[in-house]
């Protein structure tokens, strides 16, 4: 069964203006966090948060999570041109002991100024 | 900041031939990965690797596969005989420890494509 979900899956949006995206999930988990990939690159991380958190800042980006409904949104602030990217939320489940993570599909944002 | 290393950047292989992609995880980290981006689709997990053996493997991970950490800062991921199917972005990642503050980091990737 698949883990992480995002939507929605592509964003458009105007420099200045905020982009949020959102990501499901169907089992426990330890944190759930957020990658950013620029097109054909690698995986960047932005934020991680713990299952006891729910919220967490990190320069423009707001991370929340809410256990009780197995969701999470990402919120990037005053969007400029270079977070055009790729953004995909990956779980670390309560039931894993290795620590690795599955990902969302992802959700495809495009800042344009 | 201390990085993942994965080399080549990109690698074309025939249908059948073998192929090692390499990749060198941040010096004092203990759990390595490897997860695969078939283009348009989501990251899969591949294999974790603790201890110099196999913690834990995907349905993916079928006996093509091979993992080795053949010395203190190489970690290795073999294809014995690929398959068109093979082709994808091959991550690697590593992490100090688990749970709480440790989190994956992921090199920049190998784009292996089958012909």
């Known amino acids: 069964s698949q883990q992480g979900e995002e939507d929605p899956q592509a964003l458009s949006i105007q420099e200045g203006e905020n982009a949020t995206m959102n990501c499901s999930y169907k089992?426990?988990?330890?944190?759930l966090q957020w990658y950013r990939q620029n097109s054909g690159r690698g995986l960047v991380h932005l934020i991680l948060?713990?299952?006891?958190?729910r919220e967490k800042h990190s320069g423009r980006l707001r991370v929340t999570l809410d256990t009780s409904k197995k969701s999470s949104s990402l919120l990037i602030t005053a969007s400029r041109a270079a977070d055009t990217a790729s953004y995909f939320c990956?779980?670390?489940?309560?039931?894993?002991?290795?620590?690795?993570?599955?990902f969302g599909a992802g959700t495809q944002v495009v800042v344009t100024p | 900041e201390p990085e993942v290393t994965q080399t080549p950047s990109h690698q074309v292989t025939q249908m059948g031939q073998e192929v090692i992609l390499r990749c060198v995880p941040i010096s004092n980290h203990l759990y390595f990965y490897w997860y695969r981006q078939i283009l348009g689709q989501k990251v899969e997990f591949l294999v974790s690797f603790y201890n110099n053996e196999i913690s834990e493997k995907s349905e993916i991970f079928d006996d093509q596969f091979s993992v080795e950490r053949p010395d203190g800062s190489n970690f290795t991921l073999k294809i014995r005989s690929t398959k068109l199917e093979d082709s994808a972005m091959y991550f690697c990642?590593?992490?100090?420890?688990?749970?709480?503050?440790?989190?994956?980091?992921f090199g920049a990737g190998t784009r292996l494509s089958v012909l």
């Open positions: 990956a779980t670390e489940m309560t039931t894993d002991s290795w620590g690795k993570l599955q």
């Open positions: 990642a590593s992490r100090g420890g688990l749970g709480g503050k440790n989190i994956q980091y």
């Open positions: 089992t426990s988990i330890n944190n």
């Open positions: 948060i713990r299952s006891n958190e």
